[in-house]
């Protein structure tokens, strides 16, 4: 068990980190991370253990009363090593946070909390990400052959929803009320709008002085590119007929769209004839996103080769190799054509009641 110093105070442009760099002959040199470290066997708990690393690595005191959690992270590393670290943000201590281990770190700065180093270890990164989403517990398991650097190309945080960080009546966490309410105003009141299944995250918001607008945040980086992506490129060409986006956060996998006026069909019951009319405008719409040219999208075998990595442990040996021998055979291919598709054409993604 590790434990996770985030020091935290405010800057000219918002909330700051401090965060040191690992340098000599250790693990992840060069790279920045949270003063952390393990706790020393059962005679001290997680808050005594913060205490003595912080004085430690950075030469501050702290008192146990000015200690509050704010995330927990169970990763894996790529070597199959597991750690679960706690996070304890503090806002006060005494003294100047200076590098007192030379030998080990070679710097030790202030950060902007929405501008993290770029090279980072991949598990401070998923802490800080998750507390940046307003959650309390993260899982980031990473595969054999990651690297212990992040990689924003590398999807490996999965963030369990917390009861008392915003799923529901009081929205979302503190970092997406404040993406939200820079791109459309303050906020008059949150309203759960998240389905009923695992990790779905979406609230609308009623502004002050205008609104609906809706903020959802993906479960992960690959829904956030792709979501974004799509309302950049082929969406505008719907017209009315689909929501705008308003603006993305690709750090907090956020975005907040406009709503659209009408009923969800997830459930409705029409007349044939109504239900015959409201498949046709669906079929011509889908096929209009399918019509725009999809420039700009990667058309790569990624999935194939993240659902290999996922599935080593059942696979007989061999198996992967060959899955990637194909792959690279594959690329050699004449490039098929590459067209849009919605994706998850169900009802509840539908409304009627719109115009035309």
């Known amino acids: 068990m590790d434990v996770h110093l985030f020091l935290r105070r405010d800057g000219r442009d918002g909330p700051e980190v401090l965060l040191s760099r690992r340098a000599g002959a250790v693990c992840a040199t060069g790279l920045h991370h949270l003063p952390s470290r393990h706790i020393y066997g059962p005679h001290e708990d997680a808050v005594q253990a913060l205490v003595r690393e912080a004085r430690e690595e950075t030469g501050i005191l702290i008192s146990p009363d000015d200690v509050r ?193 009408g009923r969800s069909l997830h459930g409705a019951v029409h007349p044939p004839e109504q239900q015959r009319a409201i498949f046709r405008r669906i079929g011509t719409l889908a096929a209009a996103i399918r019509r725009r040219p999809p420039a700009g999208f990667d058309n790569t075998l990624y999935d194939a080769l993240e659902k290999v990595a996922a599935a080593r442990a059942h696979l007989a040996p061999g198996d992967a190799d060959f899955v990637r021998a194909l792959a690279a055979r594959a690329e050699l291919l004449q490039e098929p054509e590459t067209v849009f598709t919605h994706g998850d054409l169900q009802l509840l993604h539908w409304a009627s009641g719109l115009s035309g």
């Open 69 to 261: 959690h704010t995330v927990t992270v169970h990763h894996r590393f790529p070597d199959g090593a597991l750690r679960v670290g706690p996070v304890f943000e503090v806002r006060r201590w005494d003294g100047e946070p200076a590098t007192t281990e030379p030998d080990l770190r070679d710097a030790m700065g202030w950060h902007p909390l929405v501008d993290l180093p770029a090279r980072m270890v991949a598990y401070y990164r998923a802490a800080l990400d998750a507390h940046r989403a307003g959650h309390r517990f993260a899982v980031h398991f990473q595969e054999p052959g990651d690297a212990v650097a992040f990689d924003p190309a590398a999807d490996r945080l999965y963030i369990l929803p917390s009861t008392d960080t915003g799923i529901g009546a009081d929205g979302p966490g503190p970092a997406v009320r404040e993406f939200t309410e820079r791109a459309v105003g303050r906020i008059a009141s949150w309203t759960d709008a998240s389905w009923a299944r695992p990790g779905s995250r979406v609230w609308r918001a009623t502004g002050t002085e205008g609104g609906p607008w809706y903020a959802k945040v993906h479960q992960r980086a690959r829904f956030h590119r792709r979501e974004v992506g799509a309302h950049r490129s082929c969406v505008p060409g719907l017209g009315a007929a689909a929501p705008r986006l308003v603006a993305a956060h690709a750090d907090l996998l956020a975005v907040v769209v406009t709503a659209l006026p």
